[in-house]
């Protein structure tokens, strides 16, 4: 059977770290599978554990999720898992709340927390070859605008 490779990228705010390596080892072999991006910490800490290799983009509070959220828009990231910390205020809120957007904009599948990942993670389909998911903006880019 052939394996379709996804972009899958992986991200923990600090409090949901050692949840999210936790995770990941549990799923390692599958991980293994496909291409794997992280932001900075997230990336170290996942490459130390898992002992595989991770694109590792800036820190989050330094960027790393809008360069995350720009993948997704241009197609080069199409899986997210997003341990996200919803008891803790931080910095980059706008950034964090951009990339969950944007996810939800090109609908890419998205875990924002464990038991949502080990259901995308047992899904036939994260390992099938997709129809295109990306919806078509092509009339939203047509739009009618009047000038003032
Ligand atoms: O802050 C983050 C996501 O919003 C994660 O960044 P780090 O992986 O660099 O800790």
Not at 94 to 112: E, G, H, Q, T, Y
Not at 114 to 141: C, G
């Amino acid at each position: 059977m052939t394996t379709y490779t996804k972009k899958i990228a992986l991200v923990a705010h600090d409090h949901k770290k050692s949840a999210l390596l936790d995770w990941a080892s549990q799923h390692r072999e599958i991980l293994s599978r496909h291409h794997l991006f992280a932001t900075g910490t997230t990336g170290r800490l996942l490459e130390d554990h898992l002992k595989l290799p991770i694109r590792k983009l800036q820190s989050g509070p330094l960027g790393g999720d809008q360069q995350i959220g720009a993948m997704i828009a241009t197609g080069d990231i199409d899986f997210l898992v997003f341990f996200w910390d919803p008891l803790e205020p931080l910095p980059h809120d706008p950034d964090i709340k951009a990339l969950l957007r944007l996810a939800v904009v090109w609908n890419i599948p998205m875990a924002c927390n464990r038991i949502t990942a080990d259901y995308l993670f047992a899904s036939p389909l994260l390992e099938q070859e997709l129809p295109d998911t990306r919806p078509d903006y092509d009339a939203y880019r047509q739009r009618p605008i009047q000038i003032e």
